[in-house]
Nanobody, 121 residues
Framework: QVQLVESGGGLVQAGGSLRLSCVAS????????MAWFRQAPGKEREFVAV????????FYADSVKGRFIISRDNDKNTLYLQMNRLKSEDTAVYYC??????????????WGQGTQVTVSS
């Protein structure tokens, strides 16, 4: 399994930007699909974005398409989520996840503890 630690969350005004990072330990990061999910208060955890192990394919939830960018640096064992034009509805705890397959479902083997993103309107 991969151990994951997120960082970069915080408080930002609507329209602003944040970049989340997820550092992985373990030898399988470079061969794992990596994803971001989020959970807003009172709601279920939902898919945000996923990227293939080789950076070739990336997919986004409709709600973030055109505003968020997922990327990874396999040399640094790090996953990123650049979040632009943030909206109040983006407020949530953001989780990174690692797994064998690129999927929008929650079928990932490893999860981080999450980082809070709060967008003020």
């Amino acid at each position: 399994q991969v151990q994951l630690v997120e960082s970069g969350g915080g408080l930002v005004q609507a329209g602003g930007s944040l970049r989340l990072s997820c550092v992985a330990s373990g030898r399988t990061f470079g061969s794992s699909a990596m994803a971001w999910f989020r959970q807003a208060p009172g709601k279920e955890r939902e898919f945000v974005a996923v990227i293939s192990w080789n950076n070739v394919a990336a997919f986004y939830a409709d709600s973030v398409k055109g505003r968020f960018i997922i990327s990874r640096d396999n040399d640094k064992n790090t996953l990123y989520l650049q979040m632009n034009r943030l909206k109040s509805e983006d407020t949530a705890v953001y989780y990174c996840a690692a797994g064998a397959e690129v999927t929008k479902t929650q079928e990932y083997d490893s999860w981080g503890q999450g980082t809070q993103v709060t967008v003020s309107s």
